[in-house]
């Protein structure tokens, strides 16, 4: 199954088990480095995601996580100072080496940012955009995918009677669920949430958290975090970062409770 | 002690609030000013017909501005409809698309442009514009023209807006936050649309004031147009021909003023229609930032 050579991570990626069925991977990583001038961000990250789970990328700040997520959807073409080279599967198509079509790749994937973003137009437009690059005109159509990824994320009832008012009138945390929302209605496979919840309180943060458990029954999500105990929450897979490169990846209780190296346990042991 | 702080605290409360009513009262008492030494002309003429009337003739005692408020409004409409665009597309391509080192480059470019005396634009008007009219633009429609005309006013006002337009334009643009623009990538639209969705669209109140400062401008600039307008009393809407705006008529009349009685005042009154102008300009451009804010 894991097309990983052997001998380049310190432990291999092991995916997990549902009853007797493993799980099949929906994105694979395969020797990406990323440079960014003499400066090594990504070092040879090899790594499964498996499909319709929870895989948290843990690590401290600045190892490199976030440069992984934007690989992951190609907004690091967007930096003309990275070098970028490896392999990135989704399903069975290699999206780091595509030129063409790098919308279509990027539709499959949604991304939550570490503050959200909402677009300076409505909360209902907000939701319609993705549909109106897609290319769907009628109403009725758009009003029912706007209507159904409100009610997903919880937001419907909060909004429903000002849809037509600026998306920036929200609280913060509805604003970040506004995002997940238009995120959703592109109907991506994978939602790549980049610390969704760092620039939140206490309780959207748990809204969010929430949404996700929920969500992964229809979604593959890659959630980056720095935050030992959100990960110990919401993770069904773990992948730990430092320093560019992957330490340790697998199961949470087989990472949380027997970490295999040092630096992982050091982290374990600050971040409690 | 105590005493002395709260007296040093009032005293300064006081010079700042003079300083902002100084500042404040300037465009005021400017205005007031012309209009007192304009008043004269009133007795003679009505309001209307001293703005509507194209008679103009000094000597005879008919002072009609028309021709001067169009060709002012003709050049520097002409100067808008060249430099609008032209400056749009340069600052989205500068602040988007170019790489780091090009707005290097062109950050000085801009100053320099900027900083170069009107007068210098004016002869270079002279030099290039006027010829390239009247040898190529006219001949192209198949009419001939002296090269002195509106369109030659409009060419070099246009470039002589191109940095204050583009230079506020580039920093309105660098104000949207690079994840607003992963947003909107990452649904999967283009570069294009995200320009046109997110910098674009999420800017007009910014993209409205830059050219509302462009046209302030355009309307007020006096020497290098002077010198390529062509400055002939006539009301025209062919382009080719030679006009005569209202900062040209001012500056070209000034020496002569007091030998034609109530020139004086007809020239004060130019002044004064052209701060009125200026001023109606700036409240439809405040009310469009507004308006545009709302939404």
């Not at chain 1, 190892?63 to 490896?86: I, P, Q």
């Not at chain 1, 069975?92 to 909402?118: A, F, V």
């Not at chain 1, 790549?192 to 979604?219: Q, V």
């Not at chain 2, 391509?93 to 170069?116: E, N």
Request: net charge positive; charged share 15%.
């Amino acid at each position: 199954m894991s097309l990983q050579e052997p001998g380049i991570m310190t432990q291999p990626a092991t995916l997990p088990e549902t009853g007797e069925k493993k799980v099949t991977p929906i994105l694979r990583v395969q020797h990406l480095n990323v440079h960014a001038g003499s400066n090594h961000i990504l070092k040879d990250v090899n790594l499964e995601i498996p499909r319709n789970r929870i895989t948290v990328l843990l690590g401290p700040s600045g190892c490199g996580k976030t440069t992984l997520l934007k690989c992951m959807n190609k907004l690091t073409d967007l930096y003309r100072e990275l070098n970028v080279s490896g392999n990135i599967f989704i399903e069975n198509d290699n999206i780091l080496h595509t030129t063409t079509n790098i919308p279509g790749i990027r539709q499959k994937m949604g991304l939550l940012s570490q503050r959200p973003y909402p677009l300076p137009v409505s909360i209902y437009k907000n939701v319609a955009y993705g549909l109106k690059l897609k290319g769907v005109r009628d109403k009725r159509l758009i009003g029912f995918s706007v209507e159904k990824h409100l009610r997903e994320v919880g937001l419907w009832e909060e909004v429903k009677n000002r849809l037509n008012a600026p998306a920036t009138s929200l609280s913060i945390g509805q604003q970040q669920r506004l995002c997940l929302a238009r995120g959703l209605a592109v109907k991506p496979s994978i939602i790549l949430a980049d610390e969704p919840t760092s620039a939140l309180d206490p309780i959207s943060s748990k809204i969010i958290e929430d949404l996700f458990k929920d969500m992964k029954k229809h979604y593959t999500i890659i959630l980056v975090t720095h935050v030992l105990r959100q990960a110990m929450r919401l993770a069904d897979h773990v992948i730990f970062m430092y320093d560019g490169e992957i330490i340790e990846q697998g199961s949470p209780e087989e990472l949380f409770n027997n970490p295999q190296t040092d630096k992982l346990r050091a982290y374990l042991v600050d971040g409690n | 002690m105590q005493l002395k702080r709260l007296f040093i605290d009032k005293i300064n409360g006081f010079w700042m609030i003079t300083s902002l009513v100084t500042i404040l009262c300037l465009p005021l008492i400017i205005g007031i000013g012309l209009y007192l030494k304009a008043e004269p002309l009133f007795g003679q003429q009505s309001f209307m017909s001293l703005v509507f009337s194209s008679q103009w003739a000094p000597s005879k005692g008919e002072f009609g501005f028309w021709p001067f408020i169009a060709g002012s409004l003709y050049v520097t409409l002409l100067s808008f409809l060249f430099t609008a665009p032209v400056c749009l597309l340069a600052a989205i391509y500068l602040t988007q698309f170019s790489s780091k080192q090009l707005i290097r480059i062109m950050h000085p470019v801009i100053d320099v442009l900027a900083g170069l005396p009107s007068v210098i634009y004016g002869v270079w008007g002279i030099l290039i514009i006027v010829p390239f009219v009247s040898d190529f633009v006219a001949p192209f429609f198949g009419t001939t023209s002296s090269g002195y005309s509106i369109l030659a006013g409009g060419i070099v006002l246009a470039v002589m807006c191109i940095p204050y337009i583009l230079n506020m334009l580039i920093e309105v643009f660098n104000t949207v936050p690079s994840g607003l623009k992963e947003a909107s990538l990452s649904m999967g639209a283009t570069k294009w649309e995200s320009v046109k969705h997110v910098v674009i669209r999420g800017n007009y109140p910014g993209i409205i004031s830059a050219y509302g400062l462009g046209i302030a401008k355009a309307f007020g600039e006096t020497i290098a147009v002077m010198m390529v307008v062509g400055n002939v009393v006539k009301v025209t809407a062919n382009p080719l021909h030679a006009g005569y705006p209202l900062p040209a008529l001012i500056a070209n009349n000034y020496g002569e003023m007091l030998s034609i009685p109530m020139y004086d005042a007809a020239l004060m009154f130019a002044a004064f229609l052209l701060l009125v102008i200026i001023l109606a300009f700036n409240l439809i451009f405040r009310y469009l930032i507004h308006k545009t804010k709302r939404q």
